[in-house]
């Protein structure tokens, strides 16, 4: 398979696909295309159309079309064909009825490119999930990380595509090595205001401490890409799309995400108060987590979303996203004593 035209599908493909999607003989079927996500190294497309079957039924059709071309993560080279290796294996047991990734009807890979054709799942997602879905979430994130911590399967040993345990550290040390963002909060003329200035310099002076604690927790598989965007809640079952950065990591990485890459900033007080319990509660059915005194969430918050709000609050375009990153880093220090 070559690179083709995104506007334009192959319609000995597009039958392969829905004959596995429908598990029946189709053949013929139309298509609409249109742009869910778009990008310079990946396109997301809604395709809908009327299958007909060998029988002569026709089966109207919804399902997601990704196009994710090769391009370079810093620490974490592979990342750009980690679905379609995740999709290939035996990952999917991993999952639950109730917590799970997109079903795959087809994938494929050529040198710089994959296309997965995938579940269009509808449901909450992004801004509209509530605080009881959120608090719904995180517990079942606790109960999907515990599950696996305990029974270990044999599947996740076996996976030689995911990120490694020590891609947040080098993260966040990347971020503190650019001069343009580490001497801006420590500059007389920083426009972020300087208690929240000390906060991050404080995580900063006292990185090693921090870190000893964080890798004193237990390492579990992360989604490391766990924001509301990415998350959706449809009949009680909740669906997780884009597994690219997909790994292993510390326990309560995911968390951080929900909280903090880019919520509902209004509300994210009260996630932080109610997630941590319920994604604690959820891990503990699994796993005895009662010698954990100190879970590193606000940490890790820091750690990840940090500098990242700096820049973004730096090179914001517009004077209203300047005020919603600084209100995200001054409901970050509200959390400081909780």
């Known amino acids: 398979m070559n690179n083709h035209d995104t506007n334009f599908v192959k319609i000995e493909i597009l039958v392969l696909v829905l004959s596995k999607m429908f598990d029946k003989t189709i053949i013929f079927a139309d298509y609409q295309l249109k742009e869910l996500q778009g990008g310079t190294i990946g396109n997301v497309r809604l395709v809908t159309g009327m299958a007909e079957t060998s029988d ?17 993560r810093y620490g974490d080279p592979e990342s750009w064909r980690r679905e379609y290796d995740l999709y290939e294996s035996d990952f999917n047991k991993v999952f639950s009825d109730s917590f799970r990734w997109p079903q795959c009807y087809h994938a494929e890979i050529n040198d710089d490119e994959i296309q997965l054709w995938m579940e269009y799942i509808d449901g909450v997602s992004g801004l509209n999930l509530t605080p009881e879905m959120y608090e719904r979430i995180a517990k079942e994130l606790g109960r999907f990380q515990g599950k696996l911590y305990t029974e270990r399967p044999s599947v996740l040993q076996n996976l030689p595509n995911l990120s490694k345990v020590e891609y947040m550290k080098n993260y966040y040390l990347r971020y503190r090595s650019w001069n343009v963002l580490y001497d ?9 205001p300087k208690h929240l200035c000390d906060m991050l310099i404080d995580i900063d002076n006292n ?5 000893r604690r964080i890798e004193k927790l237990p390492i579990v598989l992360c989604h490391r890409d766990f924001w509301v965007e990415n998350i959706f809640y449809s009949d009680s079952e909740i669906v997780f799309i884009d597994w690219d950065t997909a790994g292993w990591g510390y326990m309560g990485e995911d968390i951080a995400s929900l909280i903090t890459d880019e919520p509902d900033v209004c509300h994210m007080v009260e996630y932080y ?5 319920a994604y604690y509660k959820g891990f503990s059915e699994y796993a005895d987590v009662s010698q954990i005194s100190d879970h590193c969430i606000y940490e890790l918050i820091l750690i990840m979303f940090g500098y990242r709000l700096v820049e973004w609050y730096k090179f914001a375009e517009s004077p209203e996203d ?5 209100n995200t880093l001054q409901k970050i220090h509200e959390m400081r004593n909780m």
């Open 56 to 72: 002569g039924e026709n089966l109207p059709y919804k399902m997601v079309w990704k196009i994710q071309k090769k391009f370079d």
């Open 184 to 192: 801006y909060i420590r500059s007389e003329d920083c426009e972020i």
């Open 207 to 211: 990185a090693d401490e921090i870190f």
């Open 273 to 277: 108060e109610k997630c941590i319990p």
């Open 322 to 326: 300047k005020s919603l990153h600084l």
